[in-house]
């Protein structure tokens, strides 16, 4: 493809797509992964010294999935320093800017500087092949984190989106029992034609206790305190939504159950597979700029 890229911040999903893109020989500028061991030696592949230097040479700018955790600080765990979103935006005109979940206020930020922002978690081909690391990643937190196997055990999935389907069907292939818990008729319709369990997510209750994983895939507030007060002891609480997720974190920690936050699951579990899918997704698009 033989293009500029400027890599900015990210996990170790951006790390390999560095060296996936300047092993297809573009040119790729990087900053804010300093502290990664993983990026290879390439002449295409030049490390700056600020991203304003990064961004410059660049003709497209990627960050990372998701671009902030707060809404001020590009996430980049592999950075020496603190890159901040608003200095960031100062020079960003005139590029195409492709990153994960972009807040409104960056957004707000270069509306006047013509930048074309490409939001990456939009991108349906992405979001699907996404679901299977996430999948995977959930029944390895899973696996870890309960002294009981998958097999025989009791599952709900909250929530039958993407992710749930796919959740679903991979814990039915270790043998759980799972039951998956929706609001919409049609979702049902697809549990009872997939032979999954099911229950409506307005009667959650006293039945939470049968269940020694539960897992939310919904991100809005689900279980609250007066039903994790049904929940025993010992059941993993599994939160795989966005913020503000649907479990109550703040309640799971007063009353010492076992909750996990488990946000951006690809990165942890599968970086080179999600860098592959973000590197086709990222070729795809441009392809069809180019075309139009």
Request: hydrophobic share 40%; proline share 3%.
């Amino acid at each position: 493809m033989n293009k500029g890229f400027a890599i900015i911040g990210g996990d170790l999903r951006l790390v390999n797509l560095a060296n996936m893109l300047a092993n297809d020989k573009n040119n790729v500028y990087i900053y804010g992964l300093e502290k990664a061991e993983e990026i290879k030696k390439s002449d295409n592949l030049i490390p700056c010294k600020s991203s304003e230097e990064a961004i410059k040479n660049a003709d497209y700018i990627l960050s990372s999935i998701p671009f902030s955790k707060n809404g001020k600080e590009v996430y980049a765990p592999f950075s020496k320093n603190i890159i901040s979103i608003e200095y960031l935006a100062n020079y960003v005109g005139n590029k195409t800017f492709l990153a994960g979940s972009i807040p409104e206020h960056f957004t707000q930020l270069i509306s006047n500087k013509n930048v074309k922002t490409i939001d990456l978690m939009n991108e349906e081909d992405l979001t699907i092949l996404n679901t299977i690391a996430t999948a995977e990643g959930a029944i390895s937190e899973a696996i870890l984190n309960t002294s009981k196997n998958i097999q025989g055990s009791n599952v709900l999935i909250l929530g039958f989106g993407r992710v749930a389907k796919v959740l679903a069907k991979k814990f039915v292939g270790l043998d759980a029992n799972v039951t998956c818990a929706a609001r919409k008729e049609k979702d049902f319709a697809w549990m009872e034609t997939l032979g999954y369990n099911n229950t409506n997510i307005n009667e959650l209750g006293a039945n939470l206790q049968n269940y020694d994983i539960i897992v939310n895939t919904v991100p809005h507030l689900i279980l609250d305190e007066e039903k994790l007060k049904y929940v025993k002891k010992d059941c993993l609480l599994l939160d795989l939504a966005s913020k503000p997720g649907g479990i109550d974190e703040d309640y799971c920690k007063r009353q010492g159950l076992k909750f996990i936050w488990a946000l951006a699951l690809p990165g942890k579990v599968a970086p080179v597979t999600s860098a592959k899918y973000i590197k086709n997704t990222i070729y795809n698009i441009l392809r069809e700029g180019d075309d139009n």
